[in-house]
Structure formats: C-alpha cells, structure tokens
C-alpha cells in the first residue's frame, strides 16, 4: 500500500504545517504584528496622487516636479499613535481525515483524529480554540523639509518609518492514527491470499514450485480478526517565527523651476528582508504501547497445515486460532519532521522623474514618470533548508495480515523523504519581485473652481498564485492596469465655506496565465461598466479670521493592489477608510489623520463576549474601532 501510507505522511506533515494558521485544542498561541509609517493627507477631501496639483515637500511622490513651486523652505513632522487591542480566542472547526489503504473495498480503512480524547472512534468534526494577539504599530516619525536655493532650485529630504509584518505561532497539536480492519467482506486482502464472503475465510495460496490450493471455512471466522482497531497517539509540535520587512524610509528630492516649467525628480532607496522559520516534528506520545493485528496461525507452506486450520471451528472460529502479531510504536520519539527555512534579503534603487507647466494660476498640465528605472527586488536566499521526512514505513503491506508474511513495522529507524515532496518546498534560491512602474498624466483647471484629472498607467503587470475551482495552484497575471482620478473644489456661493471631493476608479484590467472561466466570468461582473470605483474622498473647510478649519473622510480600497505589488512608499498603502481634521493659520498648519485599523478592529471585536457581540450598540461599535493616528506640524514660508 505505498500510496495508502504516503497519504498518511502527508496527512501528518501538511496537516501539522497547515495548523500553523489554524486551530486545535488550545493551539495555535500567535503573535500577529503589523508595522507601518504614520498616515498623510496633505489634500484632505481630495484624495492623493494628483500629479498636477503636487505642490511640495508634501507631495513629492505624487509628482516630484510639484517641489519646485515652494517659497522659500517648508517642514513637516508627524507623529503617530497605535490603540493596542486585546488578546482574543478565535474558534475553528476540524474535520478529521480519512483514507483507505491500498485500492478500493480493502477493508483496511485509516483516520486521522484531530484530538487527544482517547475515547474518540468516530471521524467527525471538532471545534478547538486559537489564542492570538495582533497589533498595529507606528513605525516612526515622517519627517520631511525642503529649501528653495536661489530662483530655480529646490532640494528636499523624505523620511518615513519602515513597514513590516511579523507573524509568529506555535503550539502542540494532537492527533491520533486509528487504523480498521474490516473483513467480513474482501477479496484477496493487501495480496495476502484472503478472502471472505460474510465472514467466510477462503486462503488461496501457490507454493514456489508446488501446486496452487484453495480452502474455504465453512462458518464465519473469529469475530476478532474480523474486525480489528488500533490507535497510535501523535503529537504535532509546532513552531513558526516569520517576518518580513521594507526600508523605504528616505527619499531624496530635488526640482528645478524656469518660468512656468517646473521638472523634478525623487531617489528612494530600498531594501527589503524576509526571514522565514518554520518547523513541525510529529512525535509519538510517551507511553504509548506496541500495535498489534491478529493472523491466523497456520502454515501456508504447508497444506496439511491450512486444512486443519480452517476445518476446524475450534481453530478459526475462535481467538486460540490465531496470533498476535505485534509492531514495535517508538513512543516519545520523533517520526516526522519538515522544516521550511531560510533568509532573503533585496535592495533596489528607485527613481522618479515628473514635469508640471502651469498656465498662470488657471491651468496646469502634468507628467510623471514614478520608477522610471524599473527598480526591482530580487530576493537573495540564504541558509535555505527546507524538506519533509519521515520515519512511516512505505514498504507494502501484504505482510500486514499474511501469515506467511515477513517482519514488518509501521516505523522504521531512519528518516526519509517523504514521498512526492518537492525539493526544497518552493524555498528557491531568489524570488524577484518587480516595483510598479506607472506613467501618470494631469491636468489640473483652478478657476473658476478646482477640477483635476490623472490617467494613469501601470507599465508592468502583477502576478501571483491562487487557488483555482480544481483546487489547484496556478499563476495569474494581471496587466493592462490603469486608474482614472477626479477631484473637484468650489465654494459655496460668496461664503467662505469649500467643499471638495474625489474619486478613484480602476478600469477593467487583462488576465494572463493559467486563468479558469469562472475567474474570468467574476472578472466581467466586477467591471460589468468598464471601471470599477476604488477609492471615494470628501471634505469641506471653513475660513474665519484668519483660520481655516477643514475636515474630510474617504474609503479606499487600492491598499489591496499595493499589497500585491509590495509598493510600501504610496500614501494610500493602509488607508482603508479615514477621516481628518486641519487647522491652517498663516505659515503652519496641523493635521489629524485617524485611519482604521481592520486587524486590530477585528481582533478587538473577537475579544467580546458573545452576549456583547449579539446585543451591539453605538457605544460598543465605538469601542471596538481602533484606530492609527498620525498628528502632523507642518511650516511654510
């Protein structure tokens, strides 16, 4: 039965590997952290990425040219807070496996039980319980200041805090391997020469060199060969320490100013690490006792001896007819293990060049042109181990129930690799990833109110691996990517009240690859108009006495695209949903940015109790909410 025992290798391997991100009994006890640079709004109710309204130090990632239209200098300091959420139990359900051995209607059937009861015989479904902790936390301080040199020139530094995530579990998983022998009704069973016909025993048997020989007993066998059962407790222990990191903290800008031209550029270096450990040894429970399996105890070389065997009732139809056949269980050791390890590390050089032409103080046009140098990761691998083993016999089990059988143990004393496991588990030695390179078009139109556009275009595309309707692993890749902006501002008759708003859309994209139809009839659901909106921003402000008071808030779904394509440094990387206030007198200006946080929100909510979670009201959705805020002083001058 080798592919009968190799799919109880990988139940016991993968499973335990698997239970990494799930749950069972008290397992995992997870740490789950998220880091991430303080959040900007330098337009509130406006959006970002407006590449012909970039208009400083505050927004030269949007358009780089935009640092050349500053006064004199400008700063801007922000500081940001993280609420900590509290740790919560998170309940999940496990179906138990099962599997038979060998071909169809063998009669030895096998499950894996997800439990440490050792009272449980039935494959089911079990509820266990996670313990997890998960915060957001600020990264840093963004820093930025800029400085007008002589008539033309602008310069301008960019820091910002990293971004990371850090995701830790472990934990002690119990399973238990039942193994049941049913043979009221098989044929030839695992090619021992046994067969039964409702609990008739029939031997069939050819001697090397001698005449073949067929008996059957005239009654039903012993009950107890019939239907044997035997549990060997696991336990899968595992262990996983894995983070990943990017550097993107300082950009270097620089712009350049003739007339209404205005050309710029930005230098961001990066650097990125993933350092991924992860291990699972299944070991037997201590004190576990050596498995056995009932044979009959006849002589199949000998026909004399099968024939008053299976003649007599008092031999095959009671235990004194048969022997038990007993395997050595190495209990308290090891007789799994897989591993997945090792260190990648990639830096890149990022470039961007934008030019903006202002018409007087009506009309400007815009173009940019972010990663110009098609900067990209490529992920260095070091200290690479990754491999399954295991010590589960894979020899054939005829042996099993054959009286004629050799010795035979279900663990043998040395490790090997499981069957069918690639190398190296896809721990390759690099990974590229490639940074998007965009092409973005502006114009931006200021009297007699505010109305500005960008195209733009991702000149690269996405690709990444997911699960099919087959449930196979294929790689799709997304192109053709672009996104269309508008944002508005006008004033309220002759009060000194403004509201504004914007709104982003991304146009129906192309799939690549290995793509199924219901991926791609999805696809066509989604953009059913061409464009799907992703992103909605709005805001007002008020201006008495020489203040101006503002507020605006938005939903945002790009972080989803971001993600994909690691891209740390744009404004809306975390920007799920937000609001904001601002307070601008004279030469300085301040701003708080609050964005939700999901993770934190959801872990906080999964804390409650559940009368808490079936009787909300305004006051508990409130306290669940957590947020990311970034306080924000800004100088111009």
């Known amino acids: 039965m080798p592919a009968g025992k190799t799919l109880a290798i990988f139940i016991l391997i993968f499973f335990a590997a698997a239970t990494a991100a799930t749950a069972a009994n008290d397992f995992p006890y997870g740490n789950i952290i998220l880091q991430v640079p303080g959040v900007e709004d330098p337009l509130p109710g406006l959006g970002s990425n407006y590449s012909a309204l ?37 309940k999940y359900d496990i179906q138990d496996a099962t599997f038979e051995v060998g071909s169809n209607n063998t009669g030895f059937i096998n499950a894996v039980l997800f439990t440490s009861d050792p009272n449980a015989t039935l494959a089911t479904t079990r509820e266990y319980t996670g313990h997890l902790n998960y915060s957001t936390v600020s990264s ?28 830790n579990l472990a934990g002690d998983f119990p399973a238990q391997w039942k193994s049941s022998i049913d043979l009221m009704n098989v044929s030839n069973f695992m090619g021992s020469g046994i067969s039964t016909t409702n609990g008739r025993l029939t031997y069939s048997y050819k001697p090397s060199g001698g005449t ?47 007339q209404g031209l205005s050309v710029g550029a930005n230098l961001t270096p990066i650097s990125a690490t993933a350092n991924i450990d992860n291990s699972v040894k299944v070991m037997v429970k201590e004190g576990t006792g050596d498995v056995y399996f009932y044979v009959p105890n006849f002589d199949p070389n000998s026909e004399a001896s099968v024939i008053q065997w299976i003649t007599d009732p008092t031999q095959y139809g009671s235990q004194a007819g048969y022997t038990k056949r007993y395997f050595n269980v190495p209990a308290g050791e090891t007789v799994a293990e897989s591993k997945y390890q090792g260190f990648y590390s990639a830096s890149a050089l990022k470039m961007d060049l934008g030019a903006i032409y202002d018409f007087g103080n009506i009309l400007s046009l815009s173009l940019d042109f972010e990663n110009l140098n098609g900067a990209a990761l490529d992920f260095k691998g070091s200290g690479r181990v990754a491999y399954a083993t295991s010590r589960i016999n894979t020899n054939e089990t005829g042996s099993l129930i054959d009286p004629a059988g050799t010795s035979f143990n279900f663990f043998s004393d040395t490790f090997q690799s499981a069957p069918g496991v690639p190398d190296n588990l896809g721990m ?10 965009r092409t973005k078009i502006g114009a931006a139109l200021r009297k007699p109110f505010l109305i500005a556009l960008d195209y733009e275009m991702q000149n690269n595309p996405i690709s990444f691996q997911y699960s099919d309707s087959n449930s196979q692993y294929v790689t799709m890749t997304v192109s053709d990517i672009k996104f269309l902006r508008g944002a508005f501002e006008t004033q309220l008759f002759i009060l000194p009240v403004w509201f504004r708003g914007g709104l982003t859309a991304m146009l129906k994209p192309t799939l690549g690859g290995a793509v199924d139809s219901s991926t791609r009839d999805s696809l066509d659901k989604v953009f059913k108009f061409g464009m799907l909106p992703m992103k909605l921003d709005l805001g007002s402000n008020i201006s008495i006495m020489g203040l101006d008071l503002g507020g605006a808030f938005g939903i945002n779904l790009l972080p989803f695209v971001y993600a994909l394509q690691l891209d740390t440094l744009n404004a809306d990387f975390t920007r799920l949903n937000y609001y904001s206030f601002y307070l601008k007198k004279d030469w300085w200006q301040a701003t708080y940015a609050s964005v939700l946080d999901p993770g934190s929100s959801g872990a906080a909510y999964s804390s409650l109790s559940d009368d808490d979670k079936n009787n909300m009201d305004f006051g508990k959705v409130m306290a669940v909410l957590k947020f990311v805020n970034t306080l924000t002083i800004s100088l111009r001058f």
Do not use: C
Request: charge should be neutral; charged fraction near 15%; avoid cysteine.
């Open 140 to 167: 840093g301080i963004n820093f930025k200041q800029a400085i007008k040199v002589g008539d033309m020139f602008a310069f301008g530094v960019s820091t910002r805090g990293d971004t990371g995530l850090t995701f």
């Open 212 to 258: 073949p020989y067929t008996y059957t007993s005239e009654a039903s066998v012993w009950s107890g060969f019939l239907n044997q059962n035997q549990k060997i407790p696991f336990s899968a222990v595992s262990d996983s320490h894995n983070d990943i990191n990017v550097q993107s903290d300082i950009t270097l800008s620089g712009a350049a100013r003739w």
């Open 54 to 90: 970039s208009f400083g130090i505050d927004t030269v990632l949007w358009n780089p040219a935009g640092l050349g239209k500053i006064k004199n200098a400008e700063t801007s300091f922000g500081l940001s807070t993280t609420s900590v959420s509290p740790p919560f139990l998170k």
């Open 428 to 437: 390759l030695a690099n990974i590229p990833v490639t940074l998007p390179q």
